[in-house]
């Protein structure tokens, strides 16, 4: 990917032949650090509003070492097509996922089944299996387009220091050694060094699993229906890709995953297949296999002064219910609905009520999402009898019961509750002019 360097950075001439080279700085509004899903996602969804916008990311976009848009998939919910939308982008997702239709949740062993239908919601799709590298490439080749938003990449964020009225960042990059902004939003990943420097602690629960991916082509293929299937052997979701295509994400205990990793494709695809009781007729073809270690993130703060923190440096989920991203992107619509308003106003993007406010007003979503996630991964992984029994009543309970299947879908989709604009699929700057002439 070209490298766009679109800040004016002033060039402080040299008083002698033999002065020190000057640091460059280039300055904004909003510094962005990490281009990852969610910080390329806000970045677009800032890009109408005029601010000045900086995104600093450590790996070159398309490059084949990139850690957010590698070989998975994604589901993206209902919801996040729809705030796609709104920034603008989805027709380019678009065009590379594949819709599902139905969801089928069954328990191996049991009758307790559900099925979700986009038909009983009124909707096209409940969601959609996107590569992680289409999405890169959409959003990438959007911010290289757009006027306000400058693009740095490879560029690291090494340090920052909040001063007055601004932070000021360290950057280890080709052209550009620091940048300063009103606000900047780490967006930098699980890992989060930002997240470290400002002493903000974060809760970790293990879940002793990795998820291990694999795209696979089976016999009998079921076009846009997603399987989630719990078994003693850890939950496997099948996503379909198109035609006989299907991506797996298994969550395999820790002490079998070198293992799984290790078998013969033959065998990798016979307990894949044992997992569906022949559903799919045989497993066929098994592309490289990799495994995601597994555990439930939370940070103790998302604001510390002039610094928000969002995506999996603010709550990194168990991948079982396919809603980390979907959450994130729910944080990035409502963050940029508040710059918005701040902006229309005339005001500082780095003020600290108007973020305050953010904070506080996403709150439920995220704990109610990250315990949903947790819940299904305990439920569904308990060997006791009794609450095998239980957990195949609530199955068989949503089958049976059409309102609360409803509800459950609707979580599922990303559109229970009180949506950001975004997510009403209403562009954002368009919005925040609605509502000042309300
Ligand atoms: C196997 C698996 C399947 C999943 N499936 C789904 C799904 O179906 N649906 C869903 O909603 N979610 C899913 N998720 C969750 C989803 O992948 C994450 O929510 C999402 O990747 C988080 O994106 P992010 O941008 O916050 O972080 P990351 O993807 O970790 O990106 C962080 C970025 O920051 C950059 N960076 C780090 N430090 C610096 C620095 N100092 N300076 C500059 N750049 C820096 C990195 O290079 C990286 O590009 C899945 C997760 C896994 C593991």
């Known amino acids: 990917m070209k490298r766009a360097a679109k800040a ?23 510094l962005i650090a990490g281009g990852g899903m969610v910080g390329a996602s806000l970045a677009a969804a800032l890009a109408p509003l005029g601010m000045r916008i900086g995104v600093v990311e450590a790996v070159r976009f398309g490059s084949h070492g990139q ?18 939308e709104g920034i603008g982008i989805w027709p380019q997702i678009a065009s590379q996922a594949t819709a599902i239709q139905h969801i089928h949740v069954s328990d191996r062993g049991h009758a307790g089944m559900t099925r979700m239908h986009a038909a009983e919601m009124g909707v096209e799709a409940l969601g959609y299996v996107v590569p992680n590298r289409a999405i890169g490439q959409s959003l990438s080749e959007f911010l290289q387009a757009s006027k306000s ?23 280890r990059a080709e052209d550009v050694h ?69 991506a797996l994400v298994w969550s395999v ?6 293992a799984v990793l290790a078998m013969e494709d033959g065998a990798f695809l016979q307990a894949v297949a044992a997992g569906f009781n022949g559903r799919f007729g045989r497993f066929i073809k098994a592309g490289k296999r990799q495994a995601y270690p597994l555990s439930l993130v939370r940070a103790q703060a998302q604001l510390h002064g002039r610094v928000v923190i969002v995506g999996n440096a603010a709550h990194s989920l168990h991948p079982i219910a396919g809603q980390g991203f979907n959450l994130s992107l729910r944080d990035v619509a409502l963050l940029a609905d508040c710059l918005a308003d701040i902006r229309a106003a005339g005001g ?25 996630t947790d819940m299904l991964t305990r439920v569904f992984a308990n060997p006791l009898a009794v ?35 975004l997510a009403r699929g209403l562009p954002v ?4 002019q609605l509502r000042d002439s309300a």
């Open 387 to 421: 609450v095998g029994c239980l957990r195949n009543l609530g199955l068989m309970g949503l089958e049976l019961l059409p309102p609360a299947r409803r509800r459950f879908t609707r979580i599922n989709m990303g559109i229970a509750g009180r949506l950001p604009r």
């Open 429 to 432: 700057a368009a919005a925040s």
């Open 348 to 372: 500082d993007p780095g003020a600290a009520r108007p973020l305050q406010a953010y904070v506080r007003a996403r709150r439920g979503d995220q704990l109610g999402t990250a315990l949903f």
């Open 8 to 30: 004016k950075i002033p060039r402080p001439k040299p008083k002698t032949k033999r002065a020190a080279a000057q640091p460059k700085t280039a300055d904004f509004d909003v």
């Open 149 to 171: 938003v400058t693009l740095l990449a490879p560029a690291t964020l090494e340090r920052l220091e909040q001063q007055s009225g601004h932070v000021r960042a360290a950057l």
């Open 67 to 84: 850690p957010s848009y590698d070989e998975r998939v994604t589901v993206v919910s209902w919801g996040s097509r729809r705030i796609f």
């Open 178 to 246: 620091a940048a300063s902004a009103r606000l900047l939003v780490a967006a930098d990943g699980a890992q989060s060094k930002i997240r470290e420097q400002l002493g903000i602690g974060a809760q970790v629960w293990e879940y002793g699993q990795s998820a291990v991916i694999c795209n696979l082509s089976v016999e009998r293929p079921q076009p846009h229906t997603a399987f989630e299937r719990f078994s003693g052997d850890g939950p496997m979701a099948l996503l379909p890709m198109g035609e006989d295509r299907y």
């Open 253 to 258: 205990p820790q002490t079998r995953v070198a």
